[in-house]
Each structure stands twice: as structure tokens, then as C-alpha cells.
């Protein structure tokens, strides 16, 4: 088994602006490393630039901040962490259902929602800064 090795390693401005492209060649890094089509079109896309806008938004609360984008990638997994320079949140209190009939109004809270739904693993912690670790297993 060959070690894990950096796909990517960026960082960009607390700037919305920025999410597009990191995800296009977060993408394009996906489709090299023969991750199947499906999971880098979709699953990659949209978890990634969800954490990067709470990254952005919520945990640097916006610009004159720093968000750090790294991918490792092993046999198994492609593995994200997205870091930014806030305080760190709680994941299990800020996670609710967003389809149930209490939070189907409400405008936060999908973004956790999606990465949990669409990557095989979603954590937190904290390292040097504000980390979300989301991994996708390979098969």
C-alpha cells in the first residue's frame, strides 16, 4: 500500500469569489487520480464548496482572513481539510435535518447537511486553525 501523498495544497482569501475555482481544480485533481466520474462531479463539488463558504462566512466571518485547502490522497480515500481561522463550532450542536417540518424553512444548516450526505466521513477539529476533514472513499 502506497503512503498517502498531497494532491493539492492552497490557500486563498476569505473571499467567496475564490470557491469557484478551488473547486474546479479540486475537481480536475479528482478525475486525475481516477476517482470515479460521479463522485467528482457531484460529491466532491458540492461538499467542497460548501465548506469552503462556512469556512469563509462563518468561520472567518468574511474577507482580511485566510482559508487553507489541502487534499491527501492514499489507495483508499481522498481526504480534504479545508482550515480556516476561526474559533471552531460545534458539529453534533449545529446539525439538524433540514427536510424535517421544524427546519424546512430555516436558511442554515444545509451545508453540513450536504457534506454528510454526499462524503463518506465529516469531521472537526482543531489544528493550527479551524479544520473540516471530508472524506471519500475511493470505491
Known amino acids: ?14 473571499d467567496v469569489s475564490y470557491i469557484e475555482g478551488v473547486v474546479e481544480l479540486a ?9 470515479p466520474s ?5 460529491n466532491v463539488r458540492v461538499a467542497l464548496a460548501e465548506a469552503l463558504s462556512n469556512a469563509i462566512l ?4 468574511g474577507t ?11 489507495d483508499d480515500a481522498l481526504v480534504f481539510d479545508i482550515v480556516d481561522d476561526g474559533p471552531g463550532f460545534d458539529m453534533n450542536s449545529t446539525r439538524k435535518d433540514p427536510t424535517t417540518p421544524e427546519n424546512i ?16 466521513r465529516v469531521e472537526r477539529f482543531v489544528d493550527e486553525g479551524n479544520v473540516v ?3 471519500l472513499n475511493r470505491e
Open 38 to 42: 460521479r463522485k467528482c462531479t457531484l
Open 58 to 61: 462563518r468561520g472567518n466571518g
Open 27 to 35: 475537481a480536475l485533481r479528482c478525475h486525475e487520480l481516477h476517482i
Open 64 to 74: 482580511g482572513r485566510h482559508v487553507r485547502v489541502r487534499a491527501m490522497v492514499s
Open 133 to 135: 476533514r471530508l472524506t
Open 105 to 120: 424553512l430555516r436558511e442554515d444548516g444545509r451545508g453540513l447537511f450536504l457534506m454528510h450526505r454526499l462524503m463518506d
Open 1 to 14: 500500500m502506497a503512503e498517502p501523498h498531497v494532491a493539492l495544497d492552497i490557500e486563498i482569501p476569505s
